[in-house]
C-alpha cells in the first residue's frame, strides 16, 4: 500500500514561502512527468514495451470478437484509459477538499486541480510500477507528484491505496449503471409496444417442451417485461449501495487523519463527507474496505438481469426452429451463416445473450468470495473485483445490446403461431371441456372421461372434437355447441388479457 502523510505533520511544517495552509499564493508551475525516468522503476528495467506484448486472451478484448461479447460504450466506461482517468479525477477531488478543510494549503490544491492532468500519465511507466507494486495507485501518485510541481507533496494525503481505487472504480460503476438503466429501459419500451400489439396474437403455450394451453403473444412479452420491470425497481433501490464509497485509510481507521476534538470531528470524517458530495457518491456510516457486500449485490444484479434476458433469449431460440417457425431474428445478410450449409440462419444473438447469462452467473460466485476478508485489509479477495467488476458490467451492457436487437427488429409470424395451435388435433383444449364436464360430473370423474379419448387421440391421429362428440359421457352433459366453443384456443385464455393491461398499465 502507499504510505500515507499524516495531516499533522502537514500542519506542522515550515511552510516557508506558502506560509499558512489558507494563504494563497502565486502559482509555482507544473513539475516535469517523468524527469530522468529510462524505463526502470525502482531500480527494475521495463520488461517489454506495450507494443511489443501479445494481443489479447479474453473475449472482451480480442481483435476478433470483442464486440461479439463487449459493448463499446460500457467498455469506454471500464476501460484503463478511464480508470486512470478517474484515478486522477478522486486525487483532485481530495486535494480540492482538503484545502477547502484547510488541511492542505490552498495554494497546492488549486495548482494539483490545475496540472494534475490524466493524459499525461505514462502508462509504460505505469504498468512497469503496477507490476512491481502489485497496485496502480502509488505508481500514480509518483507521475502526479511530479506533474504537480511544488505542490506534489500534498497530493493523496490521508488517504490509501485502495481509498483510491475504490472511489475511481465507485465512479465507473456509476456511469456504467447509467447506461445499464438506459439499456434496460429501451428494452422495457421495445416490450411494451410487443405486448400492447401483440396482445390478441394467440399462440402455444409449452410447458416441459410440450403444447399446454393457448397463451398469447403479447402475454408473453408481458411475462418478460414485468421481470425487467423488477429489474428497473431493484436498480434504484441498489443505486446508494452499489455507490457506496469506500474510504478508512492504512487500517480503517483513517488515523494519520486525526482524532478530532471535542467540538469538532476529526479530519477524516470531515473530508469523507464532503468528497462524497463532490463525487456523487453515498457517504458510509463505516469503513467498508472489508465488508463487500454492496459489491456483490450490484455484480449479482447484474447477472440476474443477464438472467432475465437470457431466458428471452433462450424463447427465442426454441421459436426460431423449424419446426415452430414462430419467430425470426432479425435478417441480416449472412449473419448466423454456416461455412457450409447456404441455407443456415443461426441465431446467434440469442446464443450470445445466453452464452452471457452464463458467464455472469460464475462472475456473482468470484464476487462472493469478496465477502470472506481477513482483519481490516484483505490478502486477496480485492483483486477478484478487478476482475469480475469490469467484465460484469461489459458483459450486460451487451447482453442489453443484442437482446435490444433482436426485440426490436424480429420477426413475429402470427399465421404460424396459429398453425401451430392446431398440431395436437386439439389436444390443448381438452382442459377447458374437462372443466366444463367436471361442473356436471365432478372434476375427477371428468379428468377420467376425458384422459381416455386423449389417449385414443395421441394413439389414433383422430382429432380430439371428434372423439369427444361420440362418446356419451360428454355428450350426455355438454351440446355439441357447447363443446365446439371449448375447443376454439380464443375462448380459454384466462388472464392472459387483463394481466397484459395490468403490465402495461398506461405505457
Partial sequence: MASTT???QIKAQPNGHHHTNGDSVSDHGPGVVGEGWNGRSFGVPLPSPLESLPGSVTMLDSAVFRTMFGSDTMREIMCDRTYVKRLVEVEVALAEVEGDL???PQWAAQSIAKYADASKINLERLRHETDIVGYSILPVVRQLSEMCGEAGKFVHVGFNTQDIHDLAVSLQIKAGLDLIEDQLNTARATLVRLAKEHKNTIMM??????HALPVTFGYKCAVYLASLDRHAERLAQLRPRALLASIGGASGSLGSMGMGTETSLPDGIRTISAICKRLGLTEPSICIHVTRDHIVETISFLAAV????????????LM???EIAEVKEPFVPHRGASSTMPHKRNPISSEIVMAIARLTRSHVATAMDTLV???????GPWHLEFVVIPETFTYTSNSLVQCNFILDNMTVDTSRMRKNLSLSKGLIMAEHVMVGLADKVGRVQAHDIIYEDCKRCIETGEPLVDLLLVNPAVTKYLSRDDVAWRMEPGNYLGSCLSWVDQVVGDR
Avoid: W
Fill in 6 to 8: 499524516t495531516t499533522q
Fill in 102 to 104: 484547510g488541511i492542505i
Fill in 205 to 210: 403455450g409449452r410447458t416441459h417442451l410440450q
Fill in 306 to 317: 443477464c438472467g432475465s434476458l437470457g431466458k428471452i433469449a433462450y424463447d427465442v431460440m
Fill in 320 to 322: 426460431s426452429s423449424v
Fill in 373 to 379: 476478508s481477513d482483519f481490516e485489509r484483505a490478502t
